[in-house]
């Protein structure tokens, strides 16, 4: 661990949170670095949450979290060995806008501009992506969007915000979906959270245009630890999309977000995932949600990149009558492992999920299904769906499927089939005959093996996934 | 810091003490044989008992259980009598060799041998320890597998030379007599290149409280054909293992089809081994859970050469508070293409009470293969059930009859008529008693 700087000496100096205000130029001005440096202890998580003056009921939260997250052990019992090469001590958890690593374009690596130029992606857009502009930038093209939406009473804001100017919403819902000691990585988001949406929609409010954090999550940079609470009340609808469809090339080794989504009676909440991290990344990510009567929530899932990724998006069909829906997309390229699933916990009578996961894997990729459908004692007219489609591409590449399902009763019905197959040959051989190149067709074979789901995702979403694809795909073959 | 102490294992009634006891009476049988078993029972004491969180145990009650009271006691009973037509069987009570139908003369000069495997250790040794327990356990039993090894103290023993085929049935009765019996029984199959053979074990007991801990080795030989059927029917309130390991060559086929019918809580651990190219593996099960009872089904697919072959098809109906669980994997090696495998689980719930857990699984490893898994959970068709009701027939018995036409697509898949009527005794007796 660096030695501490000016500010953290001054945080232990505080008797209540840590910090001691009379003492330095500490007045959160994003000039200032904020940089609680390297490892994870006590001291990292007073610091985070001195700088972002939070009350003192989220500092214990957060010391708690602390606690478990020492407390659990690595999941490798049933998860990849892989996660043992995660370093705590060596991650900063938490490093202010201000003191990014400064970029600017020209540091862009060359082959991450052509890709840009290649998804088509505008010249501005690139840039932004690329991480060079400065944070007030993103907060304006934030605030754009939060007024459009904030005239119909929507609440859009950073969970910072939320938790500082609603609390009586956000305090009634955080921490509820997921607890904390769900899993090792959600007790670490939740000692060390940072960034991330908060999203409230009254009832029966339904939010015309989808809520992105495609600028916002590159703006607050590292959101490592991002934390999302979305609340749809009673009969309302909203769409919100997250991530961005362009290779990043962060620097991070540690992406470990939280995300609760809670669709009360009637409401409809679908939640769009489009990831590609670069290959040094371990992005484990806890999402879940709940869905009260009659409710709906549909997770659009997919992940390209990262050295591992585990994530199953889960919803518990609280309600009668709730709906719960996860379509995923996994492309594991080499060295890759795209560790994906989905979870259905039913919990009332009529409940019904869908889960159609697709994954595609290249080169010495490994692509891996883990689900659970549960449908608990006495209830009736609870049915689920799963299918599972794998495809490889190379003699090398590696697909595994672990699904759980549990029901009992009589009066429920669950199906799951999976598959694994290979391109077709002939389809392949058709195509060529036709003046394509092998890759050029096996990418046109990847592409229409997940069309039916890409066609789910808005337009552009949908469009960029396909050039991802392609790239993914060139010198695949042969 | 402290040192971290292993978990307490669990011996219960299965102390040195009653494994010196064992090892006396089987004194007589080969050093080699003895020496794996002294290594078998310190494996077994050395290891800690199964937890519900250990990935292989998942979902199960196993960890409540208790390996207390249970002892080797001697009987007169004579065997069960079966109707089955056999070439020959074998009828063991408590572990012990109680009658034996020979091999007709025809079958023994050509060289067929079916006989006890305590004579088969001191006859015909080296082939015994080419294939008994040749494969180590790999679904999460290793504690058991090796109390099984320990405690083996009799069992079949059957060797097909190469191009021999039988057409009729050998079959092996068992049978655990007393309260607190505790047995070990095990079937070892040896199918030469393009021999053919049928093998049949019952296993069968009305005490109260048992202990079963048994198994059995399919081996098949190049274009060998195996098919080994056991019928499971201990008493209700007997714990039972059961552990299979199938090795089959080069267009070997071998089928084997489990019934579970009684036990008050059974695990069976069921692993193929597909091994060369034309291999095939039909692995098969019926359940019939009742009651409390608890079927633990655990099975394994390892693809280890191109051009091979597996299908299981494990069909549960449950009734009652009854559970299943059912954890299957298919593995395909990186040079096994062209491999075509396939795993199904179907459970028929008939009841508000019963449970049941699937998790079939997938790990592949080459790419030009077509693998696919499916698992279903439902009940009755209403309308199929109504159709047979309208026609005067009385809710149960459109039930059993539903069951039968749920288990159909397993029962139909044995040719041997004999077969086909025991397995639909046992299963029909579920319902009547």
């Known amino acids: 661990m660096k030695p501490p700087t000016e500010i953290e000496a001054a945080a232990t100096e505080n008797p209540v949170v840590g910090i001691d205000q009379t003492k330095g130029d500490f007045q959160y001005n994003v000039d200032y670095a904020f940089d609680a440096g390297t490892g994870l202890n006590e001291d990292t998580v007073r610091y985070i949450s001195s700088v972002k003056k939070e009350e003192p009921w989220i500092l214990d939260f957060r010391l708690k979290a602390l606690q478990t997250f020492l407390a659990k052990p690595m999941p490798t019992h049933w998860a990849t060995k892989d996660l043992e090469n995660i370093n705590f001590d060596k991650i900063r958890y938490y490093l202010s806008q201000g003191q990014k690593p400064k970029r600017t374009w020209d540091e862009v690596p060359d082959d991450i501009k052509k890709t840009f130029e290649r998804l088509g992606i505008p010249e501005q857009e690139r840039k932004f992506l690329a991480g060079v502009e400065a944070q007030f930038d993103s907060e304006a093209a934030y605030s754009n969007i939060k007024d459009i939406v904030a005239k119909q009473g929507v609440i859009f804001c950073n969970s910072t915000e939320g938790l500082r100017e609603h ?12 607890p904390t000691g769900d899993n090792k990585f959600s007790a670490l988001n939740s000692a060390v959270f940072s960034g991330g949406s908060f999203i409230y929609v009254p009832p029966g409010v339904k939010v015309a245009q989808p809520l992105q954090a495609y600028f916002r999550i590159n703006a607050e940079n590292f959101g490592q630890f991002e934390r999302t609470l979305i609340i749809a009340d009673e009969g309302s609808e909203v769409v919100y999309m997250e991530g961005c469809t362009a290779p990043k090339f962060s620097t991070s080794t540690l992406h470990s977000a939280v995300v609760e989504l809670v669709a009360l009676k009637g409401a409809k909440i679908q939640y769009i995932t489009v990831q590609n991290w670069a290959n040094n990344v371990f992005n484990l990510v806890t999402k879940r949600a709940v869905a009260h009567e009659d409710a709906e929530v549909k997770w659009i899932d997919c992940n390209i990149g990262s050295r591992l990724t585990m994530k199953y998006p889960g919803v518990v069909l609280k309600g009668k009558r709730a709906r719960g829906e996860v379509i995923s997309i996994a492309l594991a390229n080499d060295g890759q492992h795209q560790d994906t699933g989905a979870k259905m916990i039913h919990a009332a009578d009529d409940t019904t999920s869908v889960v159609v996961s697709k ?54 019905a669950t199906q799951h089939e999976a598959s694994v197959s290979k391109v077709s040959e002939d389809m392949i051989f058709y195509m060529q005959q036709r003046g394509l190149t092998e890759a050029q067709a096996m990418s046109l074979a990847v592409n229409g093996f997940i069309n039916d789901l890409a066609r789910q995702f808005p337009m552009e979403y949908s469009v960029e996934l396909k050039r991802l694809i392609d790239l993914e795909m060139e010198g695949s073959v042969g | 810091m402290s040192a971290v102490s ?30 794996r078993k002294q290594a078998a029972y310190a494996r077994f004491a050395a290891a800690p008992m199964p937890k519900r969180t250990d990935e292989g145990w998942r979902f199960s009650s196993f960890a409540t259980l208790t390996l207390d009271g249970f002892s080797f006691p001697a009987s007169s009973v004579k065997p069960a009598a079966l109707a089955l037509p056999a070439a020959a069987s074998l009828a063991f009570v408590n572990n012990r060799i109680v009658h034996q139908d020979p091999l007709p003369a025809a079958l023994a000069q050509r060289g067929v041998i079916f006989d006890t495997l305590q004579n088969a250790l001191l006859k015909h040794g080296d082939l015994v320890k080419t294939h008994l327990l040749a494969q180590p356990s790999k679904l999460g039993s290793d504690k058991f597998a090796a109390l099984h090894e320990a405690f083996l103290e009799d069992g079949a023993f059957v060797h097909v030379p190469k191009g021999v085929e039988l057409s009729e049935v050998l079959a092996v009765h068992h049978q655990a007599d007393g309260d607190g019996a505790a047995v070990f029984p095990h079937t070892l199959v040896v199918a030469e290149d393009n021999a053919k053979v049928t093998v049949a074990d019952f296993f069968k007991s009305d005490a109260k409280t048992q202990f079963a801990c048994g198994g059995n080795d399919l081996y098949a030989g190049h274009g060998a054909a195996v098919t080994y059927v056991a019928m499971q029917d201990w008493s209700r309130d007997t714990l039972s293992f059961q552990f299979n390991a199938t090795v ?29 190219p034309g291999a095939h593996s039909e692995m098969l099960a019926l359940t019939v859970a009742h009651g409390t009872q608890e079927f633990d089904q655990r099975t394994l697919q390892i693809h280890q050469a191109p051009n091979t072959g597996s299908n299981l098809l494990y069909k549960n109906a449950l009734l009652d508070q009854a559970k299943t669980i059912f954890s299957g994997l298919i593995v395909v090696d990186p040079d096994a293409q062209k491999t075509d495998a396939y795993q199904s689980n179907r459970n028929l719930m008939l009841s508000d009470e019963a449970e049941a857990h699937s998790l079939p699984g997938l790990e592949i490893q080459a790419n030009d293969v077509r693998c696919t898994h499916g698992a279903t959970s439902a009940r009755i068709d209403r309308e199929q059930e109504f159709y047979l009701e309208a026609r005067g027939i009385k809710p149960a018995q459109a039930q059993e009859l539903l069951v039968f036409g749920f288990f159909e697509e397993v029962l139909g898949k044995i040719e041997n008529e004999a077969l086909h009527d025991s397995l639909t005794a046992i299963i029909r007796q579920k319902f009547t008693s």
């Open chain 1, 359 to 412: 994954s595609i894997s290249v080169g010495q990729g490994r692509s891996t299904y883990r689900g659970q459908v549960h449908i608990p004692k006495h209830l009736k007219g609870c049915k689920n769906n799963t299918e599972c489609d794998a495809l490889l591409i190379n003699t090398n590449s590696r697909t595994d499927t672990y699904p759980a399902i549990s029901v009992r009763g009589d009066k429920n």
């Open chain 1, 167 to 178: 609390p009586e919403i956000f305090r009634k819902f955080f921490g509820k979906v997921i």
């Open chain 2, 248 to 276: 089959a060559k080069r267009d070997a086929k071998v089928l084997s089809l489990n019934l579970h019918a009684g036990a008050r809580q059974a695990r069976h651990e069921s692993f193929s081994q597909l091994s060369a």
């Open chain 2, 6 to 35: 292993a978990p307490p294992s669990v011996v219960g009634s299965f102390t040195r003490e009653a494994f010196q006891a064992h090892l006396a009476r089987v004194a007589h049988l080969p050093a080699w044989w003895l020496a």
